[in-house]
């Protein structure tokens, strides 16, 4: 496997554990609307996917009432929920390997862009990166796929065969198979082997140590 030359990485779950400020900014955001949910375990469904189709998907929102809830959402995690973060164990290790391997390092987040590039910013690793890749708050790019297709543009990848993405969820693989690269799931984040594997996964890290083995 190691003749991968582009690494794409997720963020939420395979680079950072930000599960207690996204999900203390949705909590924050349902309250709004008179929804209360105590136990924050069960909004980590929130942790990957597109903020404005989980509002949609898990609470039947409509789109002005998801664009809403965004809205809330944002007001806290902006100056808040964005530092309710860590990188996972290993992660320095993983990126400072790659990068003395000449593998070229990419951000491709369903976050938006803004914000990504604070929290690289944050945690001292924005210098690993060839290039960042996030979501717009103007929705051109929302899904998954569309964030993979506008990172492999930026960076100017033409041979796909070099390039595999790597996340936690099933989205990061149903957009790596719609840009037609292959794909890791690592299970160290907020997916699970049967999401991972039933979304078809071409392999599965359980660590960030396994997937440098992998990639290196």
């Known amino acids: 496997m190691n003749n991968f030359e582009y690494i794409l990485f997720d963020l939420d ?17 349902l309250e709004y609307f008179g929804i209360s949910v105590n136990d924050l375990k069960e909004l980590n469904k929130f942790i990957g996917p597109p903020l404005k189709d989980s509002f949609k998907k898990f609470y039947n929102f409509d789109d002005e009432k998801a664009e809403l809830g ?34 070229k390092i990419i951000l491709a987040t369903s976050k938006p862009e803004v914000y990504a590039k604070q929290i690289l910013k944050y945690f001292k690793i924005d210098s690993y990166f060839e290039f960042v890749a996030g979501a717009d708050f103007e929705e051109t790019r929302v899904n998954k796929g569309d964030v993979i297709k506008y990172a492999l543009e930026g960076a100017e990848i033409s041979d796909l065969s070099k390039v595999i993405m790597i996340g936690d969820r099933e989205h990061d ?16 984040g907020y997916g699970d082997v049967v999401e991972l594997t039933q979304a078809r996964a071409d392999y599965i890290a359980k660590d960030p140590h396994l997937l440098l083995n992998m990639l290196i």
């Open 13 to 29: 779950g395979t680079l950072t554990d930000s599960g207690e400020g996204i999900t203390k900014s949705v909590q924050y955001a």
């Open 173 to 188: 693989v149903i957009g790596a198979k719609e840009n037609n690269i292959k794909v890791i799931g690592v299970l160290y």
């Open 70 to 103: 965004m809205k809330k959402y944002r007001e806290r995690y902006a100056d808040k929920g964005i530092y309710e973060n860590s990188l996972y164990d290993g992660i320095i290790e993983l990126l400072e390997t790659l990068k003395k391997n000449n593998k």
